[in-house]
């Protein structure tokens, strides 16, 4: 029994053979396009995307060929699959010993985490060596730009280095204290100081004996879940919060925030193509992905009333989230745009 075999036949169970098991890697990996979003939301997977981001193709297709060895899953489609009549009873009794952990937040913070992350161990590397007055180490990461933010973090704030660090050690030990003791554990062992190399999830994974991907999402639970308290928590957490990037766009993606500028002025579709020399279909993901966070977003705009009730009835007499088998039903009048708009307002 294991964790891994737990959420690959989860994600197969809750897609339904209608996404292929390349739409599971993106979602996992963190892909920000506005078919994978929306799937993540479609199928009720926001909590688990970037929750793998280190995840390959060939894990991802090793995994699912095994389980279909074993007559746990059918092939639907190219390869897309769902669960057999075995595998539907293996999961349900791996849902007795597995679940989610709480704290995933997904889309909503997993861009922050992973910045606010990269930061947090460059400055706790730092500070570590400076306390014991060590100037030359190697830095965890080679990334100048998180570098450089670093280096500008030390050189604006007006603690000393004792001062610094007490202060980051007080919060983070506040922070942790608010998640389990295996979240705890292997947030701290990532983390490299003096005389110490963080580890790295297999091998904290082989420590507590776990799978490697429980403790995958253990961690990204601990940290997304870490940086929303943060964010409640401004005056509690004053050091920490300034590790986060505020001005990352959490909800939409950079290049749909620019079409959302063009909606905004009133350009149509076309134009809004011409000025950003983009392809049509490109432009409507973007619309899609504007429609999915934000509420108040008229998608009217693009599907006329009877075409969205049409729709609509479909998509309730099918009970399906198959694009194709909603267009055959609706019939050439109406586009997968107008189609995926609707899904979107709906909830489907």
């Known amino acids: 029994m294991s964790f891994k075999r737990y959420i690959f036949l989860y994600l197969i169970d809750k897609i339904k053979g209608e996404r292929s098991i390349y739409g599971i890697y993106h979602l996992l990996k963190g892909k920000r396009s506005s078919q994978t979003i929306q799937d993540s939301m479609l199928y009720s997977l ?18 699912y060929e095994e389980y279909e060895r074993e007559g746990l899953i059918v092939k639907s489609g190219q390869d897309s699959y769902i669960l057999s009549e075995n595998g539907r009873q293996c999961l349900t009794k791996y849902q007795y010993h597995y679940q989610l952990p709480d704290g995933l937040m997904g889309f909503q913070y997993a861009a922050q985490a992973k910045t606010f ?21 190697l830095p965890v990461t080679n990334e100048r730009d998180v570098l450089e933010w670093v280096k500008a973090f030390f050189k604006r704030l007006e603690y000393d280095r004792f001062e610094l660090a007490a202060q980051c050690y007080s919060e983070l030990e506040v922070l942790l204290s608010h998640r389990s003791d295996h979240e705890a554990f292997i947030f701290v062992q990532q983390l490299s100081g ?27 639970a601990c940290l997304q879940a870490s940086v929303k308290e943060i964010l409640d928590n401004r005056s509690k957490f004053s050091t920490l919060y300034l590790l986060i990037e505020l001005n990352e766009n959490t909800s939409l993606t950079s290049s749909a925030n620019k079409t959302y500028f063009y909606i905004k002025k009133g350009f149509p579709l076309h134009k809004i193509a011409e000025h950003r020399r983009l392809s049509i279909g490109t432009i409507e993901d973007h619309i899609v992905e504007i429609a999915m966070n934000e509420p108040d977003f008229n998608v009217m ?3 006329p009333h009877d075409d969205y009730v049409k729709v609509k009835k479909a998509i309730a007499s099918l009970s399906t989230k198959r694009l194709r088998a909603i267009k055959e039903r609706v019939g050439d009048g109406i586009s997968y745009f107008q189609i995926r708009l609707v899904m979107v307002k709906e909830g489907v």
């Open 301 to 303: 705009n693009y599907i």
């Open 46 to 63: 926001q909590k688990l995307f970037q929750s793998m981001e280190n995840i390959t193709r060939k894990e991802i297709e090793s995994a």
């Open 117 to 137: 992350w990269k930061r947090l161990r460059v400055v706790i590397q730092s500070l570590s060596h400076l306390i014991h007055y060590e100037k030359a180490y």
């Open 194 to 220: 003096y005389k110490k190399v963080g580890l790295t999830i297999e091998q904290i994974a082989l420590s507590v004996h776990l799978d490697k991907y429980e403790t995958m999402l253990l961690f990204q």
